[in-house]
């Protein structure tokens, strides 16, 4: 049986993904999202059209609008919605320590006003795409049941706060709500200030890129379809209130990743020593694996440039097979 389901946050690059995943399936969905200039709306545009022109496109309804606007909300949720994704936000985590105040009022007063319409419309599951960065500096594999209490970042910080308005909805009025606490993410329509998208556009360009702590902070890198597919899977199974990790479940450090990057490329990036960030977590690891092996998802894109600047395309002049996970 379909369903119908908001996605905010659609034109993004992760929501981009859930909207066609769900489409295909045969869900209709009301993408709503404010193509915010964080970068580039022409981007978001432009992964607007790819989920038309998918499988069930015609099933894709758009509303620019942003999750602050309570009556936008009110307005949609009178149509009646099965379940909520919610991807809407403002990211990134060095932007973050520059704008604190839009990021808590994106963040948490927009993920309320979301909770509340979801509760006032007797929504059957609402899943909240948080961040493994919620777990600042803890020591990996990150397990669920970590106290995830020092987050260093007020962009985790705001996401952690989400989550617990989450608890408080499910305690409250029975809301069912999962938050996925997503790993790093990597593949098509990635979003520029991301390191896979930095490292090809500086392969093709020669553009000069920082290297953050010589590139041995070890992260979880895990392919966006992956993660479309363990959302989905979330809004098809409500749990009451339940954090769940979402990554790959095997951390590889920051330079072999660029380097596998590199080899199928055939080119060098263009790469600058810069000293780690003060708000960079030194590694990332999901204790709890729901993904694709990282080598499968680095192989994927026939064009592995659909990760970097638009038009530009890499060859894969060599296997990566050093990242594959033992036994794999």
């Not at 307005?75 to 520059?98: I, N, P, Q, T, Y």
């Not at 309320?112 to 020591?139: D, K, P, Q």
């Not at 989400?162 to 305690?171: N, P, V």
Request: glycine share 10%; proline share 6%; with cysteine.
């Amino acid at each position: 049986m379909s369903s119908r389901i908001l996605v905010t946050g659609a034109a993004g690059f992760i929501g981009s993904h859930v909207s066609a995943a769900l489409l295909a399936r045969g869900d209709e969905v009301v993408g709503l999202d404010n193509l915010d200039p964080y970068y580039a709306p022409a981007r978001k545009r432009d992964n607007l059209d790819d989920i038309r022109a998918g499988s069930g496109g015609a099933r894709f309804t758009f509303v620019q609008g942003d999750i602050r606007d309570r009556a936008l909300l009110e307005g949609l949720f009178a149509k009646g919605f099965d379940a909520v994704a919610h991807l809407g936000g403002l990211a990134g985590v060095r932007a973050s320590v520059e704008r604190p105040h839009d990021y808590v009022d994106v963040n948490v007063n927009g993920t309320l006003h979301l909770l509340e319409e979801s509760r006032r419309r007797r929504v059957r599951n609402l899943v909240l795409v948080s961040t493994s960065s919620a777990y600042g500096n803890a020591t990996p594999p990150f397990v669920e049941t970590d106290a995830a209490d020092r987050p260093l970042a007020p962009y985790a910080a705001t996401k952690r706060a989400a989550e617990m308005l989450c608890h408080s909805y499910h305690h409250m009025h029975g809301l069912s709500c999962t938050a996925v606490r997503l790993f790093t993410a990597y593949g098509p329509r990635n979003r520029p200030d991301m390191m896979a998208y930095k490292v090809l556009e500086s392969i093709f360009t020669g553009r000069e890129i920082p290297l953050f702590g010589g590139g041995e902070m070890m992260r979880d890198w895990t392919y966006v379809e992956d993660i479309a597919r363990g959302i989905v899977a979330a809004l098809d199974r409500p749990l009451g209130y339940e954090i769940v990790n979402l990554g790959h479940g095997h951390p590889v450090p920051l330079r072999e990743f660029i380097e596998a990057l590199e080899a199928l490329a055939g080119k060098k990036a263009n790469l600058v020593p810069t000293a780690r960030h003060e708000s960079d977590a030194l590694a990332t690891a999901a204790g709890s694996v729901f993904t694709a092996a990282l080598v499968q998802g680095l192989r994927r894109p026939r064009n592995a440039g659909c990760m970097g600047p638009k038009g530009r395309s890499c060859s894969p002049a060599a296997r990566p097979d050093h990242l594959a996970p033992a036994g794999r």
